[in-house]
C-alpha cells in the first residue's frame, strides 16, 4: 500500500494553463505538506495543513492554491502557469502537530511539472 | 536565505569507505534535525535524526555527530555501499512549533564499486 501518493506522476503543459495536482496519504496522519524541488534539487515548503487548516503558507505566489477537502487530502491548484513553476512538487504527511514529538514527514513519489 | 548550509556539495567514496556531510545552522530555536535520502525519481525518506540533548546517533552504518555549541551537525556512513548512492539532505525544523523543515541544499554521494 502506498502511504503517500500523488497524481499525475509527470505534468507537460503549455504557459498560462491551470493545472491541478492531487495527493493522498492513507496513514492516518493530520498533517500535509506540499514542497518544491527546483533543478538544483533544493527543496523547499510552501503549504502545510493541519486537519484541513492551514498553518504554513511560505512566500509563494498567490497563482498557487492548496486545497484540503478532507484530513486525508491536500491538492495544489496552480493558474496562469509561468516557466519558472517547472520542478518536481512533493506532497508529504506526519502524524499531528499536536503530539508535541518530533515526528518523521513522509514524502510522496512527486510530481514533475514541465511547463512549456 | 538558506537557514541551514550542507556540504560538499557532491562526493565519490570508495566502497567500503566513509562518506561524511557537515551541516551548519544558525537559528537556536531549531531542535529536530533529521536527514533525508533520496534516489533518483523518488521521494526523500528519512534515515536517521537527532535532537539537540545528544551528541551522537548510530543507526547501522549511519550516525549522527551533532554540536550544539557549533550549531554544526553531520552524517557519516560506514563501510559506503554502492546502494547508499544517493541524494543526503540535512534539515532542522522546530518541534514545538510548526514541524516546518529547513533542508540543506544536499549532497549527491557516489560510491565507487
Known amino acids: 500500500d502506498t502511504a503517500v501518493s500523488q497524481t499525475p506522476k509527470y505534468l507537460v503543459t503549455q504557459m498560462g494553463n491551470d493545472k491541478s495536482i492531487k495527493c493522498e496519504q492513507n496513514l492516518g496522519h493530520d498533517t500535509m505538506y506540499w514542497y518544491k524541488q527546483d533543478s538544483k534539487k533544493f527543496l523547499k515548503i510552501m503549504f502545510s495543513?493541519?486537519?484541513?487548516?492551514?498553518?504554513i503558507n511560505e512566500t509563494v505566489p498567490n497563482r498557487f492554491s492548496p486545497k484540503s477537502p478532507d484530513k486525508a487530502h491536500l491538492n495544489l491548484h496552480i493558474n496562469s502557469l509561468e516557466l519558472g513553476d517547472s520542478a518536481v512538487y512533493f506532497c508529504?504527511?506526519?502524524?499531528?502537530?499536536?503530539?508535541?514529538?518530533?515526528?518523521?514527514?513522509?514524502f510522496g513519489p512527486g510530481t514533475r511539472l514541465t511547463v512549456l | 536565505q538558506q537557514q541551514v548550509k550542507q556540504s560538499p556539495q557532491s562526493l565519490i567514496v570508495q566502497k567500503g569507505g566513509i562518506s561524511i556531510i557537515n551541516c551548519a545552522y544558525e537559528n537556536t530555536a531549531f531542535d529536530y534535525f533529521p536527514w533525508y535520502q533520496q534516489f533518483p525519481g523518488k521521494g526523500p525518506a528519512l534515515l536517521i535524526a537527532i535532537r539537540p540533548d545528544v551528541s551522537e546517533k548510530k543507526e547501522g552504518r549511519f550516525t549522527i555527530s551533532f554540536n550544539k555549541s557549533a550549531k554544526q551537525f553531520s552524517l557519516h556512513i560506514m563501510d559506503s555501499q554502492p546502494g547508499d548512492s544517493a541524494t543526503y539532505f540535512c534539515?532542522?525544523?522546530?518541534?514545538?512549533?510548526?514541524?516546518?523543515?529547513?533542508f540543506g541544499a544536499g549532497t549527491t554521494v557516489t560510491v565507487r564499486a
Open positions: 495543513y493541519n486537519n484541513k487548516e492551514l498553518i
Open positions: 534539515a532542522a525544523s522546530r518541534v514545538s512549533s510548526d514541524y516546518k523543515l529547513s
Open positions: 508529504a504527511s506526519t502524524l499531528s502537530l499536536a503530539s508535541g514529538e518530533s515526528d518523521t514527514q513522509y
